[in-house]
């Protein structure tokens, strides 16, 4: 009785041993694909330090009319006059080495 009690607990924690270290594994690979602290704003209405407002403020002031502000460059093809448009790309620079690289077996390298 005892012995099958020993083998039930020792069952019990090998199973819990197993999830943890398959739980902090994923979180460990989840962390470099998700970054929660640091959200990379760009709006052209806040005033947030890394905000666009001052550079929509510097073209408002230039007599330039800024009428909307588009997410992807897909979205162009709707505008109704794309010979008075200017299109300006703003974003934050990453580092492409940084990001995953696959093997042929499909695993992360």
Known sequence: ?????NRNFRRIGLQFAFWAVLGLLLLTILQNFVNISQTSQLSAY????????A??????????ETKSL???PLLLADIEDPRN????????????LSFPQFDEDGFIT
């Not at 009785?1 to 009690?5: I, K, L, N, V």
């Not at 806040?46 to 407002?53: A, E, V």
């Not at 550079?55 to 330039?64: H, L, P, Y």
């Not at 448009?85 to 492409?96: L, S, W």
């Open 55 to 64: 550079f929509r403020e510097d073209i408002n002031s230039m007599g330039i």
């Open 85 to 96: 448009t200017t299109y300006i790309v703003a974003g934050v620079e990453r580092d492409t």
């Open 46 to 53: 806040g005033d947030d330090w890394n905000d666009m407002s």
């Open 70 to 72: 588009v997410s992807s």
């Open 1 to 5: 009785m005892a012995a099958e009690r």
